[in-house]
């Protein structure tokens, strides 16, 4: 873990209450300075009030809440070096792009014929030189959303909030502005904390992403990590797409599914401990039932395929065996021929792309 | 973790800290909220519980109130044939208007919904100049049209109708509630109809229901807090109504509001006014009750 | 939203007429009363050419002239206090929770659904009562007047106001003033500059509706009033129950023309721009 100075945003056992609801349950987290931080879980799981404890829109119930090894914890917002990015921009209505973006230096004091020429400047930064004297309600989505980024970044803040600053956006607009954003905090060097509930958009942009859900820190890592090696179902369910079959481990090397297979797995757990085994779809091979590899490299299973569907790129099998149906995604390669529906096939998987996780909570 | 240095410490976050900060939140909210709550709890709630408490009290032979020897005979005399037909006549005509109003106002509101925002709009304001302009001058429009030398009569004095003016009969007192209480039923209505979300209609209607069917089924659920609303705002001061019976009404249709008014200022039976007054203040809470109760959740 | 809404030719055609019918009815009686203002006939309600006599009667006639002094006075006097305590109020209820504020919106919305006669009675029990302990306890003589009529005025004045403003409020995104506390203002300065100018339609709204109604009001009025205190509706509706003259018809329409200009203003003020959402 990063040292305590270099830290830009260090929490210690935060903990939030509403009532009796414990919207943020006792999370340790640091940010470093520069990152591109995600902060990933669906809605309701103490991300967004994560976030908002840091810009100091809400008082955390206890635990400490550090900006560059400096406390903030009680701090109102106007007195901490963060600023938001908000979900729908927030833009002033009343004002114009050039009033919006200098709203912040104003008020911290700065001159007006200062503050705008930093605003123009950062205006032209966001590419929306030209626009300064229209209203918010002029601008498109992608606009405002700029609009509220360069009212955020012409502060100069320590640390950039950004709380699902895509969500309004349609597909297209949220590619490019994925990019946009990532170029602009690499440029800046700023740490970015980001909140959001798509895991995808999360992968593509962070350089660590921690998942949440209720209100649990579950998860801290780079994508890699939290797509290879979930510490739990829940995980392993949120990021990316997975088969999750029950098992109970034999001992330190050897787990049994439910239909009795044992498979070669290596944890730590007990024996008769209840696991999870994730397997991703896209890990699983599929073929005739002679086409099995040797048992001492991975683990197969026999089973019937119950559907097809193909998406260009992939094939996406439904698999029957005993139990449960399980997921399998190939590559479509033009000329090959595939299975279908009803096709008796075995399935196998090599030895190191099954990852176990405790069966414990989160049932996804 | 490390540990906080003293100087520091104050700006950690504890329960104490949000506690009281929430206290002080809710401080400046009451501060903000008590000039206005003690001026409403001064001059509205202590005048409304002074007048339930005057309905219990005596009237003296010399037409004053005495504020003691409490008891139930201003109610009582609700029971006399005298009030209780003013009662009766009271609710009777609130009833008649709510429902012309309802029947006008709803495929009013509903034609209305059906506009182009635009129109919709203008025609919006329409309704509303009656709705807050000067009441007292809409009846005394009646007055002059049902006159004697008015056109209306002169109107059907010509066509050979003769002794048919309507002044100062109930009718009249109806027509001039309906025109001026017409704009209380249409808002809340249209209100109601224009949040619908009318691709259930066409819903209802793709599932082959008629026209007829899908109104029942569909439209009048969907829009009934706008009826029991309207209807609320409508029956309520028409039951009060003081001044369109004045103006429109003769003295065979006295109603509770000029009942009420003539205790008071001509009678100087103070706590017969008070307790038909309490009566009145009963209804009204129990119809907004109900309506809140419906689901209803602003007037 | 489609505004074919698969109706036959007859229902819409029927819905059409009655639309027309309810525009008629709610315009024609008011179009007339108008026209006979301007009538050069001592009977009213029969043309007898045009004339502006009935105008001039009414800015000569010393009574009214008082009586429409009065008005204006309690009306301006009352709004103000109002819009202050109602703007407080709505913005308390629309940004805080605090003890008892769901009993004190209650209250708020009490004098909007009361009827007339029943806040009269009220008012004027209250400052009786009040005016006999006064008596009593200090030996201090007030009576009826203007300032008994003013303060009843403000008890209804504040709920209208505040209703109009928490709508504005409602209608305005929270987020706005947090974003501003973000941006380093204070409490204060994210109310002067974002807030505020944000609800000032709403204010200006509500304080044009409080005169209205303080200008329309006749049975609180009558109730409270004492001698000298005699507002333009009371006297009016005095006139009116004697019988109807030329001269009522024509202060009738300077009354109705003032309410008719204050709404469409209050209208107006509530649809202007500026912040209905984010």
New interface residues.
Partial sequence: MTEQSTSAVSINGVTKRFGDVVAVDNVNLEIADGEFFAMLGPSGCGKTTTLRMI???EFPTEGSLQIFGEEVGTL???KRP???V?????????MNILDNVS??LR??GVDKKTASAQANEMIDLVRLGGMEKRRPNQLSGGQQQRVALA??LV?KPKVLLLDEPLGALDLKLRQDMQTELKSLQRELGVSFVFVTHDQEEALTMSDRIAVMHDGQLLQVGNPEQLYSQPVNRFVADFIGQTNLIDATVADDEMIVLANGTKVRAPNPHPPGTKVAMSLRPESIMIGDREAVPSESQSTSLSGVISSVVYLGHSVVYTVNVDWMPLEVRVPAVAGVSRYEAGAEIAIWWDRLSDWIVPDEGYRG | MTAVAPDEQSLVATPEFERSNERN??????L??L???V???L??????I??VV?SFATRTRSGGTALSGWNLDSYQKLGEPIVRDILFRSLLLALITTFICLV?AY??S???S????MVRNI?L??????????????N??????L?N???ITRLTEGVGWEESSILFTPTAVVLGLV?GF?PFMILPMYAALERMD?SL??AS?DLGAT?VQTFRNITLPLSRPGVIAGS??VF??S?????TP??LGGAKTTL??SY??TQ??TARN?PV??SV?TV??VV?LGA?LMYFRSGGKT? | ???T????GG?KW???V??VL??V???A??A??VM?SFSNDN????WGGFTLDWYRAFGENQEVQNALSVSLKVALFSTLISV???T??A???E???????RF?DA????????????M???????FT?LFNFLDAVFGIRFAKGLATVT??H??FS?SFV?IVVRARLAGM?E??E??????????W?AFR??TL??ITPGVVGGAL?AL??S??D??ITQ?VAGPGSTTL?VY??GL??RG?SPL??AV??V??A???L???L??LAQRA???T??
Wanted: glycine share 6%.
């Fill in positions: 810009a100091g829109l109102p917002p106007n963060v600023n938001t908000f979900q729908n921009y927030a833009l002033f209505p009343h709203f912040g008020m911290k009212r955020a502060n | 939140k809710r401080r400046s909210g009451l903000m909220a000039p206005a709550y001026y409403l709890v001059f509205f709630a202590l005048p409304l002074i007048v005057y006008i495929p009013f509903y034609y209305l059906t506009r182009s925002p025609m304001v329409f309704v509303m100049i009656p709705f807050w302009s000067n009441f007292l001058v809409r005394y429009a009646w007055r002059v049209l006159g030398n008015g056109p025109y017409l009318w209609i066409e209607r026209g609320i705002l309520i001061p039951l009060g109504a003081y001044v004045q103006i509770l509001g009420i008014v008071f200022l103070w006014g008070a007054s009145l203040m009204m907004t007037l | 939203m489609s505004t809404k698969q109706l036959r229902a029927a819905l059409s009655n639309a309810v525009y009815f709610f315009y009686p008011i007339l009363l006979y009977l009213v309600g029969r202050i305590l109602g407080t109020a913005l308390a209820l940004r805080y929770r605090f003890r008892g504020n004190f209250l708020l919305y009490l004098p909007v659904i009361i009827p007339d006669v029943t009269a009675v009220m008012m004027l029990l209250f009562q303060l009843s403000i008890a504040i505040s995104n987020t706005l947090e974003a501003a506390r973000d941006l380093y203002a204070s409490r300065k500059y974002v100018p944000l509706l209205t109604i200008l329309d006749v049975v109730f509706p009016v509706f009116i129950r109807v009522i018809n009738s329409v009354m109705l003032a309410s008719i204050l709404v469409l209050s209208l721009r500026g912040g959402t984010a």
